[in-house]
C-alpha cells in the first residue's frame, strides 16, 4: 500500500490543524493505521492508532485529549484532528500502515512521506 500525508502547515499555538493520509489499493481496511511525528534531533515518536474498523483507538500521552484519529474505509483515508497545538507538536507528522495494533515504528510496514506541522508561539 502507498501513503500520500497532507495537511500540515504553519498555526499559532492553540489553534487546529487537521492531517489526511490517503492510501492507495483496495485492502486499506485490512490495515491497522498509526500517526506518528519526528521533531528534529529527537526520534520518532508515536501519536495515536487506529483500529481497522475504526472503533478502537489509542493516543499518546501528550496528545491525549487534544487530537482525534478517525478513518474513512471508502475513502482509504486516516485523519488526524489536532486542535489546541502547542510549540512542542512541531514535527514531520507521518502516517503508517501495519498488520498489528501497535505503537512501535517497527510494526508499522508502510509510511506516507510526511507532512510539517509547524506551531508557533
Known amino acids: 500500500v502507498q501513503l500520500q500525508a497532507s495537511g500540515g502547515g504553519l498555526v499559532q499555538a492553540g489553534g487546529s490543524l487537521r492531517l489526511s493520509c490517503a492510501a492507495s489499493g483496495r485492502t486499506f481496511n485490512m490495515y491497522y493505521m498509526g500517526w506518528f511525528r519526528q521533531a528534529p534531533g529527537k526520534e520518532r515518536e508515536f501519536v495515536a492508532r487506529?483500529?481497522?474498523?475504526?472503533?478502537?483507538?489509542y493516543y499518546a500521552d501528550s496528545v491525549k485529549g487534544r487530537f482525534t484519529i478517525s478513518r474513512d474505509n471508502a475513502k482509504n483515508t486516516v485523519y488526524l484532528q489536532m486542535n489546541s497545538l502547542k510549540p512542542e507538536d512541531t514535527a514531520v507528522y507521518y502516517c503508517?500502515?501495519?498488520?498489528?495494533?501497535?505503537?512501535?515504528?517497527?510494526?508499522?510496514?508502510?509510511w506516507g512521506q510526511g507532512t510539517l506541522v509547524t506551531v508557533s508561539s
Open positions: 487506529i483500529s481497522r474498523s475504526g472503533g478502537r483507538t
Open positions: 503508517a500502515a501495519g498488520g498489528g495494533y501497535g505503537t512501535r515504528v517497527y510494526e508499522y510496514d508502510y
